[in-house]
């Protein structure tokens, strides 16, 4: 007969867990603050630019939904 192994608590669990995530953020390459920063601006503009677009589409779509149902 195969010995059944004994499934770790979890408490053992929690603890693996946290000392394999502390292992990994530890590899991290972080950015610097200038790098963060530019980075951040990127991604406002990016969305201030896609919520134009959005917005600029949906009125379109709206305005030609109106017509279609008008007919």
């Given at each position: ?10 408490l ?6 946290w000392?394999e995530s ?26 201030l ?22 007919i």
């Amino acid at each position: 007969m195969a010995t059944k192994e004994k499934k770790p608590s979890i408490l053992q669990r929690l603890k693996r867990f946290w000392r394999e995530s502390v292992g990994e953020l530890r590899k991290v390459t972080w950015p610097t603050p200038k790098e963060a920063w530019e980075l951040t601006k990127i991604v406002l503009i990016v969305t201030l630019i896609m919520s134009a677009v959005l917005g600029i589409m949906d009125f379109v779509f709206s305005r030609l939904i109106g017509l279609l149902v008008t007919i």
